[in-house]
């Protein structure tokens, strides 16, 4: 017969292992679905030149910038829509 601070200890560390189960399939359950969304839509205002696919966008205060496939970021403004800066990654 087992003691019952034994039987206790036992049926905790039995229910923290179903609760971290559970949480380790939640956290990649999260990762999975929030890796699979789609890029959000650019702004009807922003034109991307012809040939060029966005890769990421981000915004901030008052501009947008957006990663285009052939490695450059254009940085547009948010109110008027016209492109402020171009930056060449290399």
Excluded: K
């Amino acid at each position: 017969m087992e003691p019952a601070n034994l039987r206790f200890l036992r049926r905790l560390v039995t229910l923290l292992t179903a609760v971290m189960i559970c949480g380790v399939l939640v956290v990649i359950g999260l990762l999975v679905t929030r890796l699979n969304r789609d890029l959000p839509p650019l702004p009807e205002r922003i034109s991307l030149p012809e040939g060029v696919r966005a890769q990421a966008v981000t915004q901030g205060a008052g501009w947008y910038a957006v990663v285009t496939s052939d490695d450059r970021i254009l940085i547009f403004d948010s109110l008027s829509g016209a492109l402020r800066q171009t930056v060449e990654i290399e």
